[in-house]
């Protein structure tokens, strides 16, 4: 299974690619969480990419390509993946389409989900991300059970605000998504390679949606 997953900043995409990775038995890699990991370190592509991902710009391409595509090999070794947050431009689609075209391979999907601009603004604001493990939450929608302790490693104190999903970047990021984000929807609708999800339901609906729409998609191709 090789998917990738598109859609706005705060479209649920990362908690879609967690179930499917489960489901399907794949990793579930986040370009997002890759680079925010190269942002914790020291020295200088660390320092680099802090100055992007607190501004919430793009990371530059070549970057980008040189971490994902490292973890994305060691993956394709296995069953396949879940892709969140990459590819984010043309030239990195295009580049990805290039590598696997390379080895004989392809994506299954490319999945777009669906969520109105209102609507993300609101999510992210309160959105709570587990500083230890990364687990996510809602504070209206998916709280923890005990507030300010994670349920997913019990870490108390760590759930934190991003420091992109302050009010002023969620505004950027939704620029950049339209900006830079739009020509690969279209690069992969063009390709008859992209299935939109409807996504501004709950995260269980909507990922009934989602299966739905793969499944039909993969037993249809094939
Ligand atoms: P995400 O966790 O997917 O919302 O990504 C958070 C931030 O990481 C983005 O706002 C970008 O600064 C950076 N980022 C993630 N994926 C990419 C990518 N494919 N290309 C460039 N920058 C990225």
Known sequence: ?????????????????????????????????MLRA????DGPLGRMARG???????????????IVMQ??????????YILDGFPRTLNQAQSLTRELEATSRHLDAVLLLDVPEERIVARLGQRRTCSQCGAVYHLTYNPPRQQDKCDVCGAVGTLIQRCDDKAETIRRRMRV??????PVVNYYRSRGQLFSVNGDDGIEETFERVVQTL???IRDKG
């Open 177 to 182: 998504y339209a900006d830079q984000t739009g």
């Open 71 to 80: 973890e994305l090999n060691a993956a394709d070794r296995e069953a396949g």
């Open 52 to 66: 992007y991902l607190e501004q919430g710009a793009l990371v530059p391409d070549d970057l980008v390509m040189g």
């Open 1 to 33: 299974m090789r998917l990738v997953l598109i859609g706005p900043p705060g479209s649920g995409k990362g908690t879609q690619a967690e179930r499917l990775a489960v489901r399907y038995g794949v990793p579930h890699l986040s370009s997002g969480a």
């Open 215 to 217: 499944e039909q998609n």
């Open 38 to 41: 190269a942002a914790e370190r």
